[in-house]
């Protein structure tokens, strides 16, 4: 089974990073008030997705994502300029 690695922003630019099966049902858990951790700060949209092979490896990667220089990692990738 595939788990997915996802980050959300809000309006006031705070990010949100998690991992789950389908991220897409999962915001909608979010955005409902679900989520104790993020009721407070709706709404959410995903502006990041990361495909791992599996729990252990989206668990990894969510450490990762969640630390200092992964979550300036993410500003930059939610600061950086659309292609066109």
């Known amino acids: 089974m595939s788990y997915y690695l996802y980050a ?9 990073v998690g991992i789950s099966c ?14 104790k951790s993020t009721k ?21 990667r969510e450490k990762y994502w969640k630390s200092g220089i992964g979550k300036e990692k993410l500003k930059e990738i939610l600061c950086a300029p659309v292609a066109q």
Request: aromatic share 12%.
């Open 8 to 16: 959300l922003v809000n309006n006031n630019g705070r990010i949100y």
């Open 22 to 35: 389908n991220p897409k049902k999962r915001l909608k858990e979010h955005n409902s008030g679900k989520t």
């Open 40 to 60: 407070g700060y709706r709404p959410w949209k995903i502006f990041f997705v990361e495909r791992c092979n599996n729990r252990q490896e989206a668990r990894e």
